[in-house]
């Protein structure tokens, strides 16, 4: 589902998005359809951001197949309204699922040997 290019382990979170991205998301997890204009609504009372941001960071998101959109017709002209295309698990499971495969492309049987060691030491 997601395409994990880079992991940034920060002190309390680890994301494959970047924090604008992240922010975008999230509205989108809370609330099912929103417009360009209502995620820049809720945006900058907690951050300093442009309308212009939010809609790119979108369209990044939309590339990514995190989001999906449609075109409305209402007053000023077209919009479009965006609306996440998972949940917060499912991208969660997807993230964790895309990166031990990677891991295991990478290192192979030592990665699963590892793995395999490791969770069965949490079991006990």
């Known amino acids: 589902m997601v395409n994990v290019n880079r992991i940034r ?11 604008l991205e992240n922010d975008v998301i999230k509205i989108l997890w809370k609330q ?23 809609a790119v960071i979108l369209d990044r998101l939309y590339e990514k197949k995190l989001v999906s959109r449609r075109i409305e017709n209402g007053r000023g002209g ?4 965006y ?3 998972c949940t917060r698990q499912d991208f969660e ?19 699963v040997t590892y793995f395999s060691e490791r969770f069965s030491k ?3």
């Not at 993230?95 to 049987?109: A, H």
């Open 83 to 85: 609306s996440s295309k």
């Open 32 to 54: 099912d359809e929103r417009r360009v204009r209502d995620i820049y609504q809720t945006l900058k009372k907690r951050r300093k951001v442009a309308l212009t941001s939010i």
């Open 9 to 19: 382990f920060d002190k309390n979170s680890v994301s494959v998005l970047s924090p």
């Open 93 to 111: 499971n997807s993230v964790i699922d895309k990166t031990v495969n990677k891991l295991i492309d990478k290192f192979g049987p030592v990665a």
């Open 78 to 81: 077209e919009h479009y309204i």
């Open 122 to 124: 949490k079991k006990s």
